[in-house]
């Protein structure tokens, strides 16, 4: 039987990450050319790592999903931690990474993120709100 440590599994996982960084800053480079104009890789691989670590702890782990998190961060400027509505979206238990991706992209393009009202809020002072 063939055993793997744990140190020889944690370098595996490093440079598996590594790898998937350097092909990230290519494809940044390549699909958002011109937001990555002004950055130099330093600057570009703390983005890449900080959006890394956001798409973990939504439980995104598909590569091809993660780096279409960083357009939609580059594209929409979405605000970490993310609204309510947002993080529902991208968070929902039971459902699938490709539909939570697909949901949260919906949420991207809605103008105002929902309101939760319940028996006791006061709809005028929404509405109020809401035209100011």
Not at 1 to 12: D, G, S, T, V
Not at 94 to 103: A, L, P, T, V
Request: charge should be negative; charged fraction near 30%.
């Amino acid at each position: 039987m063939f055993y793997i440590r744990e140190e020889q599994n944690k370098a595996l996982s490093d440079n598996l990450m590594k790898s998937f960084a350097a092909r990230t800053l290519l494809f940044l480079r390549e699909n958002a050319s011109t937001w990555c104009k002004d950055k130099d890789d330093e600057k570009l691989g703390m983005f890449i790592d900080s959006m890394i670590e956001f798409a973990q702890n939504h439980f995104i782990f598909n590569e091809n999903n993660i780096q279409q998190l960083m357009l939609y961060k580059i594209e929409y400027n979405f605000a970490i931690p993310l609204t309510d509505y947002k993080q529902m979206r991208l968070g929902r238990e039971n459902f699938g990474e490709d539909y939570r991706m697909s949901q949260f992209y919906l949420a991207l393009l809605a103008q105002n993120d929902l309101i939760r009202i319940t028996l006791d809020s006061d709809i005028e002072t929404l509405r109020e709100r809401e035209n100011a």
